[in-house]
């Protein structure tokens, strides 16, 4: 399992950059938005890595 979720943050990190940059790293309310890179907890790379999972074929899905 941890092999599948280090494989999905190379598209999770790059979404979650291109989220910020398409909006100006602000919400919806205008709050800025936490980065991939964020100092603190860990968030942010598991709420992008979940997304990519959601959207993602799995290994399984390709057989």
Avoid at 11 to 34: E, M, N
């Amino acid at each position: 399992m941890a092999t599948l979720e280090n494989d999905l943050t190379k598209p999770a990190q790059p979404a979650c950059t291109a989220h910020g940059q398409s909006t100006g790293a602000r919400a919806y309310d205008g709050r800025p938005v936490p980065q991939w890179d964020e100092p603190g907890d860990d968030t942010i790379q598991r709420a992008w890595t979940a997304a990519a999972a959601a959207v993602l074929p799995t290994p399984r899905d390709e057989e």
